[in-house]
């Protein structure tokens, strides 16, 4: 077993006693318990920062996966790509759900905030479980979902808080991607289900 998925299993536990117990030493232990998988995220993932320790701390009730939607744009044999702001590499729009909205609203919303792109939603290509691809190492235990999406209006990119340009790349040249956002594997996996029109893949 490896620190993270130790970390990961320790934290189910510790916010689960918080959950649910009520006795004031019990919930001394848990905290004392959450304590110490911040130190492991601290001691093994680079892009840590206090805000991961905030979440651990602020986050209430069972531990379920997060869930990022992700938007496959496709013009001819090119892909819509964002560039992101905090590593200056390339991914498709999107990012954690929000609350209230679908994953088909989701994918739109973040399309039109990241690319300046209206699209409008046709369907569900992939539901991927990032244990299972090679990202970078995060606290978040999460679930991707790849939603092919077709573009309506040739819009126009606005700067905004998270991305920095929006373009079209080749699906053989792609650039270099941020790859805690999306793999180079999952971005062919979603472009192979849309080419051949065939069922949905889920890890």
């Known amino acids: ?109 973040e399309t039109r905030e990241e690319a300046g792109l209206e699209v409008e939603p046709v369907r569900l290509l992939a539901v991927l479980d990032k244990k299972m691809h090679p990202h970078p190492p995060e606290p978040f235990y999460t679930y991707k979902l790849f939603i092919h999406c077709r573009q309506k209006d040739d819009g126009a990119f606005e700067d905004n808080i998270e991305t920095s340009d929006a373009r079209f790349f080749m699906f053989d040249d792609l650039p270099a991607l941020s790859e805690p956002r999306n793999t180079k594997g999952q971005i062919i996996k979603a472009l192979e289900v849309l080419k051949k029109n065939s069922d949905t893949v889920c890890d």
Not at 90 to 99: E, I, M, R, S
């Open 1 to 109: 077993m490896n620190w993270l998925e130790l970390a990961r299993r320790l934290q189910l536990i510790a916010q689960s006693g918080r959950t649910y117990s009520e006795g004031e030493h019990d919930q001394a232990r848990y905290k004392e318990l959450l304590e110490i998988v911040d130190d492991i995220y601290a001691s093994h993932i680079d892009s840590y920062t206090p805000k991961i320790k905030e979440w651990l701390f602020d986050e209430k009730g069972y531990l379920t996966p997060k869930v990022d939607v992700r938007a496959v744009v496709v013009r001819k044999n090119a892909v819509l790509l964002v560039r992101e702001k905090i590593d200056d590499c390339w991914a498709l729009p999107g990012g954690w759900a929000d609350t209230g909205l679908t994953p088909f609203e989701n994918a739109v919303k």
